[in-house]
């Protein structure tokens, strides 16, 4: 592990972090992927704020969806090193894929242990949130992330093939 001495913590989206998440959006872009969704942040800095805001306080939700919270995961010298998402609530579907709590760490600063970190902050905050039993899932090829799961106290409870994607997921319950 290879985490550093500086201050880290989690932040809301906010304005004062905008290059900064702009940055983290070509680190993700240079690693061709495409898990953080860049079109809006990019076009409209300001729109993609207040959408994030919208989702997070369950106004003008689209349909099926449930409020959930983004969270910045910034080190003190103000590099964003991931983003984790916070489903307030489950549904069934969610409960199946998806689960409670969504993480992603940036490509370049991968297998340093920030995953281990962001996941065990964004369970703080569900717990603030009133959630005793947070439901995650991962693809069951990706070790890594079971591992952080486990790490974090996760269960495995069932695997399955989602049919939405075709791939075995595997699916814990941290208590």
């Known amino acids: 592990m290879y985490l550093t001495s500086q201050p880290i913590k989690l932040v809301e989206p906010t304005i004062a972090f905008k290059s900064e998440f702009l940055d ?3 680190d993700q872009q240079l690693a061709g992927e495409g898990y953080l969704d860049a079109t ?21 939700l ?29 549904t069934p579907s969610l409960e199946i894929h998806g689960g ?3 993480y992603f760490i940036r490509p370049s600063r991968r297998r340093q242990g920030y995953g281990e970190l962001i996941l065990a902050l964004t369970l703080e905050k569900a717990r603030a ?9 991962c693809d069951t090829d990706n070790i890594g992330s079971a591992r952080i799961i486990e790490k974090n106290g996760g269960v495995l409870s069932g695997q399955m093939i989602y049919p939405g994607t075709g791939n075995q997921i595997s699916q814990y319950w941290i208590e």
């Open 40 to 60: 809006l942040p990019r076009k409209d800095f300001v729109s993609y704020l207040r959408k994030s805001s919208e989702m997070s306080l369950a106004q003008k």
């Open 62 to 90: 689209p349909p099926g969806s449930v409020p959930v919270t983004t969270y910045w995961m910034v080190r003190s010298d103000r590099t964003i090193l991931g983003v984790s998402k916070l489903r307030h609530h489950l």
């Open 129 to 137: 949130r009133g959630i005793q039993r947070v439901r995650i899932t």
């Open 100 to 102: 409670h709590i969504a």
């Open 24 to 26: 983290l959006l070509d």
